[in-house]
């Protein structure tokens, strides 16, 4: 099994700034691609950010400019930093993996728990 733990989410203020990891352990054999999506209460779950197994990123709008995503492969871990942070920030941010579990086998999907992100005006 695959487990992604995230971590650094908290209180900021409008300006300021925070990172966010999220480390995969268990059994992985390769990891396609990382990714952080964030919820905000009655919204729907949207993709901001997401780095390729080469490295490549895609942003959404809403954070392009302001949020950068980037991937340790040795250590499995994913971050993101976010700068300039807006009250409309304010989420659930998830982390996301496409992991193979062993060579030859399908990839699948995993979910972190999520970390809160607050940013106050």
């Known amino acids: 099994q695959v487990q992604l733990v995230e971590s650094g989410g908290g209180l900021v203020q409008a300006g300021g700034s925070l990172r966010l990891s999220c480390t995969a352990s268990?059994?992985?054999?390769?990891?396609?691609?990382m990714a952080w999506y964030r919820q905000a209460p009655g919204k729907q779950r949207d993709r901001i950010a997401l780095i390729s197994e080469d490295l490549n990123t895609n942003y959404a709008d809403s954070v392009k400019g302001r949020f950068t995503i980037s991937k340790d492969n040795a250590k499995n871990t994913a971050y993101l930093q976010m700068n300039n942070l807006k009250p409309d920030d304010t989420a659930v941010y998830y982390c996301y993996a496409i992991i193979a579990n062993s060579p030859g086998t399908y990839r699948f999907q995993y979910w972190g728990q999520g970390t809160q992100v607050t940013v106050s005006s």
């Open positions: 268990g059994s992985i054999f390769s990891i396609q691609s």
